[in-house]
């Protein structure tokens, strides 16, 4: 039988999460390497189909927004795990408290009195005009200052093995559901491993998310809900998960109602009062009375009782403006304003398109950096020079010269690579890595993250939408 | 409980509860089929009558056969009641109220709806073994139950499921009752005979009543059999059963134990009665049809009792 061969693996050119330069393998991957190398690779495809009917049995499934309905996909889940040391890991994790916790007093700065405006740290234009800046929240008074919850940090590694923040997710960071069904199905596919190597486990989250949540309520034993939008979003699989793992209620906007000064959810003995809601829907979506009128998603009404302090939201309505790719240019300025010191987990270098010199530099070399709109996610709306024709990067310029704000560029990032199983043999594929943070009473990280891997050869897009997959993430004791 | 989520819940067993009773209406007639004399006509219109949808059938199909009938009532897409159909429902269901079951019901649910939205393997089987799939679905409905029975407190939503459940099944057997006497009982010439026996035999096998029904009255017995479908209280496919059980279910919701305390209790309790103290005699002799018809219209009246009472009540707050 033919066993996992490793002889014809490539880590040349590339930050190797497992092989450093010299073919040498890293400290912590060896138990690993061993059980790789002990397996045929038939047994590793069989180890394969059988994720992969896991996934679907459990109903690990989500549908493409441009699939014709009724297509359900499984986010490929890669068997051959991502390993974080215990150094590495403190690093990451002490630069993410830090993160969270400036741009959270970012957040009720910018909602409240504005000093770092009126300092001129970040341009007030940039600031008030982001499309995500709610006008609405100017003033708000969120229950205990709290305004990002629930965060989904996109970090990446770049060619020299330096962790960087690629994005500041603080909205409806999705994926944390992948993270701890691909633990499940890891412990079950390879218990060995686990009982030689140390992993720190992640299960607790959903109850740390629980009492994250609850922690917004003064009532001690509060009515917690999920509001999804419903079971034909592409992440129902999640809020359903993550209902039923904290034993809340999961709602959708019709399942509320607002009377008098509070919410209601309608049930088979009458309505019943609601103290926190995670919700799930856009800030676009949360209540047709304020926001988009057209909504059949959320809650007309919702942000009067949100702003009497009637109800806890998280996230935060509003939170859009410290997560924009313009403002994020400005996070190490950020941090150093509120918190007087350096950050620690850097930035991708960032060209924004609203600054004359700079628009400049991005359009003339336009053919290798990576264009992206402000306000785009998913990684939808953006351009790879280097993988770009002529036409798609004339298109962009057109684009940044009609709306300078609206675009940001980066350098073209070799991200890390890590083996991944490509028919029977291992082959480097980019990965990037999105920890999951909690902020409530403190600022939680947990032990572990979702990696995203761009399963194409050579591709450095790793969004589920255009063809990744996932891995575990093991963080070690 | 959410509204919708015993909305949901209460359909997702409805539909189960279809899907089963279902396949087992067929695979009785397709075994029936095989022991037929010859000459004597199949009989798989009735089949689609049964279901309520021959109107439907009638603009799909130019002929009535065993292959088009099975197509229809088993796979069509079609078909908002085909198995296929029902399984979908019931797992669409099943997803809405996610949180409130648990991951054991959820992964059958899931398996049944991989097992019969795979067309490569359930067009095969429909070609080479149709039984065998037939009794993949009656199992997978069986085993879903049993991991209710054995994971699923005994709450508000285990009530909605019991009483969906109930209710539907006292549908299908009132059905299936009123369509075969319908066809069975004008064949005076073959009352007694070898085929007559077959025939009632076989609509006693279609609701797995058979084995119960002969521990009971020993012979086959017209009368017996209709009393033993619609009234006894004990055997489990019984429209009194069925009945008793839906009302339990609905006093268990509400916690009131005496008289009604709503709209779907003042009319579970009125119909069950209407059963309780007839006798057999009386229901044949008023028109077993007519009797049954009234069943139906009561438990199309109960559905929505249910709903109004439960899934759309905004009035108090709590």
């Known amino acids: ?477 | 409980m959410l509204s919708r989520t015993a909305n949901s819940i209460y359909w997702m067993s409805r539909y189960l509860e279809r899907a089963e009773n279902y396949a087992r209406f067929i695979d009785v007639n397709f075994n029936l089929s095989l022991e037929l004399a010859p000459g004597f006509p199949e009989q798989w219109k009735p089949l689609v009558i049964t279901t309520g949808g021959w109107p439907l059938y009638d603009k799909l199909y130019d002929t009535v056969s065993k292959s088009n009938v099975v197509d229809f009532l088993a796979l069509h897409k079609k078909n908002p009641n085909s198995i296929r159909n029902c399984i979908i429902q019931a797992r669409e269901n099943a997803r809405q109220i996610r949180p409130e079951i648990t991951k054991e019901v959820w992964e059958q649910v899931n398996a049944l709806y991989h097992y019969i939205t795979n067309e490569d393997l359930v067009n095969d089987l429909m070609q080479n073994e149709p039984r065998t799939l037939l009794n993949e679905i009656k199992k997978g409905c069986q085993l879903l139950y049993g991991i209710f029975d054995a994971t699923i407190s005994r709450n508000e939503g285990w009530n909605f499921r019991i009483a969906g459940k109930y209710l539907e099944r006292a549908d299908k057997t009132s059905r299936v009752l009123d369509v075969k006497y319908h066809y069975l009982l004008p064949n005076t010439k073959s009352v007694g005979s070898t085929v007559d026996l077959i025939q009632w035999g076989a609509l006693l096998k279609s609701v797995s009543a058979y084995d119960m029904y002969r521990k009971t009255f020993g012979t086959i017995q017209t009368h017996d059999i209709v009393a033993f479908l619609l009234l006894d209280r004990q055997f489990a496919r019984s429209v009194l059963h069925c009945l008793i059980a839906v009302q339990q279910a609905l006093h268990d919701i509400s916690g009131n134990r005496a008289g009604y305390s709503n709209e779907a209790e003042r009319r579970i309790g009125r119909l069950r009665s209407l059963l309780e103290y007839r006798k057999i005699e009386e229901v044949i002799g008023e028109g077993l049809h007519e009797f049954i018809d009234d069943v139906q219209v009561n438990i199309n009246q109960i559905n929505d009792a249910i709903s109004e009472t439960f899934f759309f009540n905004e009035e108090a707050i709590h």
């Open chain 1, 1 to 477: 039988m033919q066993k996992i061969d490793f002889s014809a693996y490539e880590y040349d050119g590339f930050f190797d999460e497992m092989f450093g330069s010299n073919s040498e393998i890293r400290p912590g991957f060896n138990v690993l390497m061993q059980k790789m190398e002990s397996m045929s690779s038939q047994r590793m495809l069989q180890l394969q189909y059988a994720s992969d009917r896991a996934q679907r049995s459990i109903g690990m499934t989500f549908n493409v927004y441009s699939d014709h309905q009724g297509t359900e996909r499984i986010l490929p889940l890669d068997l051959i795990p991502r390993i974080i040391p215990q150094e590495d890991w403190a690093h990451i994790e002490e630069g993410l408290r830090q993160r969270i916790y400036a741009l959270n007093l970012f957040l009720n700065d910018i909602y409240g009195q504005q000093k770092i405006l009126k300092d001129e740290i970040i341009p007030k234009d940039l600031v008030l005009n982001c499309p995500s800046y709610l006008e609405k929240c100017q003033n708000l008074d969120v229950p205990k200052d709290i305004w990002c919850h629930i965060v989904g940090t996109d970090l990446i590694r770049d060619e020299h093995g330096e962790f960087r923040v690629l994005e500041d997710n603080l909205r409806c960071p999705s994926g944390v559901s992948y993270m701890l069904e691909n633990r499940e199905i890891l412990k079950r596919t390879f218990p060995d491993i686990f009982e030689k190597l140390k992993v720190r486990p992640v299960t607790d989250y959903a109850m740390h998310l629980r009492k994250t949540l609850a922690h917004l309520s003064d009532n001690p034993n509060p009515t917690i809900a999920v509001l999804t939008p419903g079971t034909y979003n592409s992440a129902y699989f999640e809020h359903s998960y993550l209902a039923q793992q904290m034993a809340v209620e999961l709602v959708e906007g019709r399942d509320l109602v607002v009377k008098g000064d509070h919410v209601f959810m309608r049930t088979t003995k009458g309505l019943e009062q609601v103290d926190v809601i995670y919700r799930r829907i856009d800030d676009d979506f949360l209540d047709p009375l304020h926001f988009r009128k057209d909504s059949m998603l959320g809650v007309p009404g919702i942000f009067d009782v949100y702003r009497k302090g009637n109800v806890a939201l998280a996230n935060a309505p509003g939170n859009g403006v410290a997560d924009d790719k313009a403002v994020y240019a400005y996070v190490p300025d950020i941090i150093k304003y509120y918190l007087d010191e350096e950050i620690i987990l850097k930035n991708v270098d960032t060209y924004l398109c609203s600054v004359d010199d700079q628009r400049k530099f991005v359009i003339d070399n336009i053919a290798d950096l990576v264009v992206k709109k402000t306000d785009g996610s998913g990684g939808y709306g953006m351009l790879i020079g280097p993988k770009s024709t002529k036409e798609e990067q004339d298109e962009f310029v057109k684009k940044i010269k009609e709306n300078p704000n609206g675009y940001i560029a980066q350098p073209t990032i070799s991200l890390s690579r890590v083996p991944t199983m490509v028919d029977g043999v291992p082959e480097g594929r980019h990965v990037d890595l999105r920890p999951y943070i909690l902020y409530g009473e403190e600022i939680k990280i947990i032990p572990g993250a979702l990696t995203r891997v761009a399963l194409k050869k050579g591709s450095l897009v790793v969004n589920s939408s255009q063809g990744g997959g996932s891995k575990d993430t093991w963080v070690l004791y």
